[in-house]
């Protein structure tokens, strides 16, 4: 792996720095400028965004030729023609003739990596498509989102989406409306709760500095099942992409972009 | 006669079957949730009133309230010893832990906690109500099941869902009635 030893030891002693600090701090904190000052450590002490190194570990995997048909993934089209990955990621998600479905970021990587590397879809491993989210969405940094449903197929996926949005279930009786509309503006606990209109989803995918991770929207998503106590879907399903689908045409008639790619958020 | 008779049969069978059968959406919305795994399905099954409320989008037409209100209210049950109010100071746990109560994710309690949640009413000074017996009443059945008071309300069943016990119910009650519960502490 080219990626500089440095750079890693620089991030590690930047996270322990940063963790240092996040549990000495006691009084209450605006979320978003705390968020806003992590960032500011990782650059100064680190010189670089953990989002970044990510984006440069899928760049790498993007290029390189593997998979049984030791191909590369420069031919994979996400929406605007094969290759071209610029702006690609605020048009997602969107319907595929060649796969006949609807698919998010983390599902056209993963078709492709099937249709062009040879790949089978239960070897192919969630840290690179992670990585690969990483990269792809690095394009569309600070775009204005464009997912509008059109075709017959993106407008069921949308109607499917609004639906799970509304399904209250689980023993914590949530759904994710109840929160997400009804509270919009509000806050769990230290974290700020936004609607689809608000943009809600437009900062996947993200490092959280709190778990130390880059998260997905699916990863995303998932966590937010999870913590209202229902077992998450299995990634690449149809409940994520129908989920992405209405929150980010919502997000887009609410006119917002996506946020620097990949996000830094808490 | 036999004829209309069985005439009358037959489009009663009917009726029966298409109220019974869901629409073409619905099964789109089951098919799409069951590719997300059985793990996620089997959570996902909804209760009668979980559904209601789905359907109506959290808002429940006020012709359906009364009688959800009242399938709610069936559903509490009480402590064996009939105390309502129990241990504040195990209230204070259950109040706390993200597993049990999770309370804080909405709710301030005990001014001292950092980062309480914003979505539900603050509970600081909540006992200045008194402990009479319908404020602990009040109190109780809230927490042992939200939807009893508000349909569709964002607070969920902790009770009706096992997550508090009766008993335990009580000493959340108790947290916030106490007048020695931090909740309550003059400031």
Redesign the interface.
Known sequence: MRTDRSLITGFLLALAFGLGIALTQ???VDPFKEAQRQRELFRQTAGILPGELYAAQGEELFAQKRGPRNASLEACDFGLGPGKLEGAHAQLPRYFADTRRVEDLETRIASCMVRLQGFKLAEIKREDIKALSAFVASKSSEMPLRVVPRTSQEI?MY??GR??W??????????C???HD??AG?????SP?RSPRQGLSNEWPAYRFEADKLYTLQDRIAFC?VSI??????FY???YI?LSVYMLAEATRGRNSLTEMPGFTR | MKKRYFGWLLAVLLAGLTLSQQGPFQQRVNQAIQSGGSRFAEAMKQDPDQALCSIHRDRLPPELAGAFLERQRALIKYPANGKLMGDWKQGEALFTDPRKGNCYACHTGDPKEAGAGLLGPGLVGYGQRGISEPVVKYTYDKIYNAWATMPCSLMYRAGVHGILTPEESAHVTAFLLEPASPVNARR
């Open positions: 006691q009084q209450e069921a109607n499917l639906e799970l509304f399904h209250r279930a689980g023993n914590r009786d949530m759904n409306s109840i929160c009804a509270y509000s806050r769990v606990r230290l709760v099942y106590g229902i077992a998450a879907p299995e399903s149809e409940p129908a």
